[in-house]
């Protein structure tokens, strides 16, 4: 958020950032009526061979947040909200220069590549 600050401050905006901290962030997506999937964590650190003189991020313990993608997606295709508004088909989008264009993540190469997969 600090660098959302200084960015507006560098275009000459006064604009605050949407959140103060994680913690506000985390409260606001908590606060919405339909985010009742729980959070869970892990700590990862890395575990290779640290050389003499390593950078701090080789040291470091860190911890990862995420909800269920499972359970995400199903209250997301369960929500009505959701009507026409979800891509549940491999599509390609091309622009006017006729160069594909990814738009979201059923527009990507790798998902068109496993609809068209054909087994030799």
């Not at 507006?8 to 006064?14: L, M």
């Not at 650190?45 to 390593?54: R, S, W």
């Not at 006017?96 to 054909?118: E, I, L, P």
Request: charged letters at 25%; aromatic letters at 14%.
């Amino acid at each position: 958020m600090n660098l959302w600050a200084a960015r507006q401050d560098v275009k000459g905006e006064v604009v605050d950032p949407p959140f103060m901290d994680t913690r506000d962030l985390h409260s606001t997506i908590d606060s919405i009526p339909l985010g009742d999937i729980p959070w869970q964590g892990f700590k990862v650190k890395y575990t290779g061979d640290i050389p003499e003189n390593a950078p701090t991020w080789m040291t470091k313990e860190y911890d990862v947040w995420f909800r269920n993608p499972h359970e995400v997606m199903e209250a997301q295709i369960g929500n009505t909200y959701f009507d026409n508004e979800i891509d549940y088909a491999p599509k390609q989008v091309f622009g006017r220069n006729k160069k594909c264009q990814y738009t979201d993540f059923m527009s990507g190469q790798w998902v068109w590549d496993q609809a068209v997969h054909q087994i030799k």
